[in-house]
């Protein structure tokens, strides 16, 4: 619908924090326990579709019968997005989920919002019918609900899907909560085994949906290899444990072989194999972020683009603003759709900002005047409004402190979001004491706030589907929970943002990162309302899981 589309921790930066040399613990029997309960409770398609016609509706408020509907122009066919269509025909994914009789109540109706499905293209003024944890009916005409969320003059979107966060750490997924994410996928790595990521994720009871990649550069530390390259009976070790988190349930296998500087090509082919052979992307935090010779992007992405090859597996790319196509979008968006035109399945995502953050002490920052073409002054400490000189950056470095780089420009940010395959993902998670990027708290405000209203560079559909369907299809083949996220549906999961077009922007800075976003009015995740007239009630907490479909 947006284009060709080829479906194929905590460290919250660009990569993560130098190796501590601690060793997870290794999840025992009540992991297992977990994963066999959430398996046993139905997450396979036709257990859903069976819970799903059961009643849930408790006794509740009067009903709220339906308000008077005016007709509007955005319910008549219109141009959308290059290359499509809007319409007005209610889109329905699994009409045996539908209830289309006129007499209906509805758990919760959402009323009189523009609707927007871009899956589907359909934009209207519509009610939205909620049942339990799933919408059942879209309507040009009023709905009747036990209750009711007036959405006059707001958007009504799929909940939207963070596809590069980091693990739910039970505080930062609040914040994301007020930028409108529904779910938050570590494809940047879970930062343990997936068993004891699961664990770890449902302890935090998070509000939001949760689900990952498995981590090549935790399984390293596990083993105790650190960055070194690995032969033989390790490098099998370490292709084992990836095989092993897919098949409890990981999205996809993450590897960074900027920080994990000596992976070989062979180990990442290795990866790829295991990646194709369950469908999963392999996830990449591509090996050069400079374009200086040897070792450019170029050759990093081509790389990528070799392991896809000659594995047949799908391959994304992170943050390629940051990693990939720092100073040549242009030409790296350019190399990409050649190899997607070849067949290759691949896809990226970026975030919304012109400067990237991580410790001053990593790699990264070797040689960084050289290799992003930028100086001292255009470096500043996370948390601070503190420009750095060269006599403090090497204070910075000494004391491996979080620190930005403005290295990125307007145009490659803006190509970027122009592309039609292009997803946005946060890279960043909110963690106490707030030392982090403001992407962490306002990524996908931004999206829709500057770069949609303020700038017009993108529709409202087109931004949308950014941060919702394209995720979703990317996972939606190996995932049956993705496969009905994304979409704004009779028969899909009610993960639901309604916003205010007219006011929604980020409002964190590097000083300052522990700010909500602005306009995000309700957020609902599987039906339950988690935020409500703009505030986030703590007390709901309805995330899930997030997994790859295991049969």
Not at 61 to 74: G, L, Q
Not at 355 to 368: D, I, L, P, V
Not at 536 to 547: E, F, K
């Amino acid at each position: 619908m947006f284009g060709p589309y080829t479906t194929g921790s905590v460290a919250l930066m660009e990569d993560q924090p130098p190796d501590d040399g601690s060793t997870p613990v290794e999840p025992g029997p009540a992991a297992v326990a977990r994963r066999r309960f959430l398996l046993g409770l139905g997450f396979g398609t036709a257990n859903l579709a069976l819970l799903r016609r059961i009643s849930r509706r408790p006794e509740g408020p009067p009903t709220v019968p339906a308000a008077p509907r005016a007709a509007s122009p955005a319910a008549s066919t219109t141009t959308g997005p290059p290359g499509t269509t809007t319409t007005s025909v209610p889109p329905v994914l699994d009409d045996s989920l539908e209830v289309s009789t006129d007499d209906h109540v509805y758990d919760t109706v959402i009323a009189g919002g523009r609707v927007i499905d871009p899956d589907s293209g359909f934009d209207a003024v519509a009610d939205v019918g909620i049942d339990g944890d799933t919408i059942t009916r879209i309507s040009l005409e009023g709905l009747s609900g036990a209750s009711a969320i007036d959405a006059t003059g707001l958007v009504v979107a799929p909940g939207f899907i963070d596809i590069l966060s980091y693990p739910p750490n039970g505080y930062g997924e609040w914040f994301k909560i007020a930028d409108g994410v529904t779910t938050n996928l570590n494809l940047h790595g879970i930062d343990n085994p997936m068993t004891a990521f699961l664990d770890k994720a449902a302890g935090n009871d998070p509000p939001v949906n949760y689900g990952g990649a498995a981590d090549q550069a935790e399984h390293r530390k596990i083993m105790e290899v650190g960055i070194s390259r690995v032969r033989g009976d390790d490098l099998d070790e370490l292709v084992r444990r990836a095989e092993a988190d897919v098949l409890a349930g990981a999205l996809g296998i993450h590897e960074q072989p900027e920080y994990t500087v000596d992976v070989s090509f062979d180990e990442m082919l290795r990866h790829g194999e295991i990646a194709a052979r369950y469908s999963v992307p392999l996830c990449l935090h591509v090996r050069y972020s400079e374009n200086l010779t040897p070792g450019t992007q170029e050759e990093a992405l081509d790389e990528a683009i070799r392991v896809a090859r000659q594995t047949g597996c799908r391959i994304h790319i992170e943050h390629i603003n940051s990693t990939g196509g720092t100073g040549r979008m242009v030409e790296a968006i350019a190399q990409l759709d050649a190899a997607r035109s070849s067949g290759i399945s691949i896809t990226a995502c970026t975030y919304p900002y012109t400067f990237w953050a991580t410790y001053a002490g990593s790699a990264r920052y070797n040689n960084f005047r050289e290799k992003y073409g930028i100086s001292w002054g255009d470096l500043q400490i996370a948390g601070t409004n503190e420009r750095l000189t060269e006599e403090t950056f090497k204070v910075a470095r000494s004391n491996n402190t979080l620190t930005a780089a403005f290295a990125m420009s307007d145009e490659d940010i803006d190509t970027a979001l122009l592309t039609p395959w292009m997803m946005v993902g946060s890279d960043a998670i909110l963690e106490r004491p707030h030392n982090n990027h403001p992407r962490s708290t306002g990524c996908f405000s931004r999206v829709l706030g500057h770069y949609v209203r303020e700038r017009g560079l993108l529709t409202l559909p087109d931004a949308l589907a950014r941060m919702t369907i394209l995720p979703a299809r990317l996972l939606g083949d190996i995932s049956s929970d993705m496969a009905r996220r994304g979409r704004i549906q009779s028969g899909a999961v009610a993960d639901i943002t309604v916003f205010d077009p007219a006011t929604i922007i980020d409002k964190s800075t590097i000083a300052d990162t522990a700010r909500e976003a602005e306009g995000v009015r309700h957020v609902l995740v599987s039906g339950r309302a988690v935020r409500t007239n703009g505030v986030n009630d703590q007390s709901v907490r309805p995330g899930v899981p997030i997994l790859r479909d295991l049969t």
